[in-house]
């Protein structure tokens, strides 16, 4: 009985090796993508009287995405917004700016999006959009996200000054 379950072992082991590399190494390899989407993240909340209207992330795609989203075209974020307000409330009080200036495109991204199943901050309540800006040589990019009358929230990244 011991010599069976030795040879089938060694089977499973030998055929496991044959296997393709990332099949198992990439359970213990860390996700350099979702690492990269974790720094380049901010989140914060919209309160007013001790109740949260809005929960807010950004992840700046332009740090997590380089070979597509490029400084040279616009500056991208994948902005999630959580939040009890009724659609049309929401669409006719929000604004968004990055250092002061307006998004060239807000697109909503579903969850069968490749980009929604690869970010690491979604939840089942939020809804997702790819939000472009212009482009911009500053270093620092701030955020200013708000519902009226509700208040606002910066969310502020520090562009890197070398390429990782």
């Not at 929960?55 to 939040?83: C, H, Q, W």
Request: hydrophobic residues 40%; proline residues 5%.
């Amino acid at each position: 009985m011991k010599t069976k379950f030795l040879i089938l072992f060694l089977t499973l082991l030998a055929l496991g090796g044959c296997s393709a590399k990332n099949d198992i190494t990439e359970i213990f390899t860390p996700d350099k993508i979702y690492d990269r989407a974790l720094i380049y993240t901010r989140e914060d909340q919209i309160v007013r009287e001790l109740e949260t209207k809005a929960a807010i992330s950004a992840t700046l795609l332009n740090e997590v995405f380089p070979d597509k989203y490029r400084y040279d075209d616009g500056v991208y974020f994948f902005v999630g917004i959580v939040t009890q307000l009724d659609a049309e409330e929401f669409r006719k009080n929000y604004h968004i700016t990055l250092n002061g200036q307006k998004p060239l495109s807000v697109k909503k991204v579903s969850e069968n999006d490749d980009l929604y199943k690869l970010i690491p901050t979604v939840n089942r309540w939020g809804k997702y959009f790819l939000v472009k800006f212009p482009p911009t040589t500053a270093k620092k990019l701030v955020i200013d996200f708000g519902i009226d009358p509700y208040g606002k929230v910066l969310l502020t990244f520090q562009r890197p000054t070398l390429r990782r």
